[in-house]
């Protein structure tokens, strides 16, 4: 029997993932988080969410930059260890905590320099930074909100964003459903929930998609940097 709880937080998660391409983790994680356990919820939602990375980086294909998601992607795959231990032996909430106070710093950035009429380059070691922990942390968290940081200072349009932004989940995901089907984290009852979620997922991921569509560039551009300052604010208050 299906969970309308967890149905509603599905399809709250991928309206926002098909608006903007990523924050799908913390939308769900931070509805469901007052009554389930991470370890019920991470691997439900990997499984749900793998086909519409699919769908959004098949539709983005002519978009994607080997140059910009490649490197990213070996980052996450090498953080994607220690976060499937990380999952198994507790909540690290503490780094949580600290890594939203930084996603909001990014954000916030990321705003008052969209707002500038002329943007200066971003230094080549601040960029590497901003890559380097982005990968690691949405190895280790399962959450892509400084990942989606990096992408979108390397992008120069939505599409663009969400093309090289997902196939680093895909990659991402594909490599934590191995190791979670390895470590025991996914189990028949998961993979049962996650057969019957993805109607929600596709029909949220649907209304998210047409959304994309009516709003032009710099207003989709804001709504993303919205959501990385939200993410931050969610992962504070949900791991206080």
Same mark, same amino acid.
């Given at each position: $029997?299906?969970?309308?709880?967890?149905?509603?937080? $599905?399809?709250?998660?991928?309206?926002?993932?098909?608006?903007?391409?990523?924050?799908?983790?913390?939308?769900?994680?931070? *509805?469901?988080?007052?009554?389930?356990?991470? *370890?019920?919820?991470?691997?439900?939602?990997?499984?749900?969410?793998?086909?519409?990375?699919?769908?959004?980086?098949?539709?983005? /294909?002519?978009?994607?930059?080997?140059?910009?998601?490649?490197?990213?992607?070996?980052?996450?795959?090498?953080?994607?260890?220690? +976060?499937?231990?990380?999952?198994?032996?507790?909540?690290?909430?503490?780094?949580?905590?600290?890594?939203?106070?930084?996603?909001?710093?990014?954000?916030?950035?990321?705003?008052? /320099?969209?707002?500038?009429?002329?943007?200066?380059?971003?230094?080549?070691?601040?960029?590497?930074?901003?890559?380097?922990?982005?990968?690691?942390?949405? +190895? *280790?968290?399962?959450? +892509?909100?400084?990942?989606?940081?990096?992408?979108? /200072?390397?992008?120069?349009?939505?599409?663009?964003?969400?093309?090289?932004?997902?196939?680093?989940?895909?990659?991402?995901?594909?490599?934590?459903? *191995?190791?979670?089907?390895?470590?025991?984290?996914?189990?028949?009852?998961?993979?049962?929930?996650?057969?019957?979620?993805?109607?929600?997922?596709? $029909?949220?991921?649907?209304?998210?998609?047409?959304?994309? /569509?009516?709003?032009?560039?710099?207003?989709?551009?804001?709504?993303?940097?919205? $959501?990385?300052?939200?993410?931050?604010?969610?992962?504070?208050?949900?791991?206080?």
């Amino acid at each position: $029997m299906i969970d309308i709880y967890m149905a509603i937080a $599905m399809t709250a998660a991928f309206i926002v993932k098909g608006l903007c391409g990523f924050a799908n983790t913390l939308v769900f994680t931070s *509805i469901l988080s007052f009554h389930t356990s991470n *370890i019920n919820i991470s691997p439900v939602e990997v499984l749900v969410g793998y086909p519409s990375n699919v769908i959004i980086v098949w539709k983005n /294909r002519k978009k994607l930059d080997w140059k910009i998601w490649l490197p990213l992607a070996l980052l996450v795959i090498l953080g994607c260890i220690p +976060g499937v231990f990380f999952l198994k032996i507790g909540n690290p909430g503490f780094l949580k905590i600290l890594f939203g106070f930084v996603v909001i710093g990014v954000g916030t950035e990321m705003l008052l /320099r969209d707002r500038k009429k002329e943007q200066k380059k971003s230094s080549k070691m601040i960029m590497g930074m901003i890559g380097v922990l982005s990968g690691l942390l949405c +190895g *280790i968290f399962g959450v +892509g909100a400084l990942l989606a940081a990096y992408v979108g /200072r390397t992008t120069q349009d939505n599409s663009s964003f969400k093309g090289n932004l997902c196939i680093v989940f895909l990659i991402e995901n594909t490599f934590r459903i *191995i190791l979670y089907a390895v470590t025991g984290i996914i189990r028949a009852d998961v993979v049962k929930n996650a057969f019957l979620l993805m109607p929600f997922m596709l $029909m949220g991921l649907g209304i998210g998609i047409a959304l994309s /569509r009516i709003l032009n560039e710099k207003t989709g551009k804001r709504i993303i940097i919205l $959501m990385l300052i939200l993410s931050g604010i969610s992962l504070i208050i949900s791991n206080v």
